[in-house]
C-alpha cells in the first residue's frame, strides 16, 4: 500500500491530492484540476520533493509557474 505522505510535506498552494503514482494540482481552466501521472511511485516522489516541496515551486514546476502567472496577470478562463 502507498505511503502518501507528501501532501503532508507540500508547500505549492496549487497542490490538492495524490495517489500512489499521481499528483492532482489545480488546473489552468476554472473549476478544473490537473493530474500528472507517473510511471513509477520512485518518480512521483522524485519529482514531489524537487518541486512541490520547494518554497520556489514556481520556479521548479511548469504548472505551477503556469498558475502563479495566471493570478498574477489576474486572468481566469472563462467556463
Given amino acids: 500500500m ?4 507528501g ?5 505549492c498552494p496549487f497542490y490538492l ?3 500512489q503514482k499521481s499528483i492532482t494540482c489545480e ?3 476554472e473549476g478544473t ?3 500528472t501521472r507517473f ?3 520512485e518518480e512521483k516522489l522524485q519529482y514531489q520533493s ?5 518554497h520556489n515551486y514556481a520556479n521548479c514546476c511548469k504548472l505551477a509557474a503556469a498558475l502563479a502567472k495566471k493570478y498574477e ?7
Fill in 2 to 5: 502507498a505511503n502518501n505522505t
Fill in 7 to 11: 501532501g503532508t510535506r507540500t508547500i
Fill in 17 to 19: 491530492k495524490e495517489a
Fill in 27 to 29: 488546473g489552468l481552466i
Fill in 33 to 35: 484540476s490537473n493530474m
Fill in 39 to 41: 510511471d513509477t511511485e
Fill in 50 to 54: 524537487a518541486n512541490c516541496e520547494m
Fill in 73 to 79: 496577470e489576474g486572468h481566469h478562463a472563462e467556463k
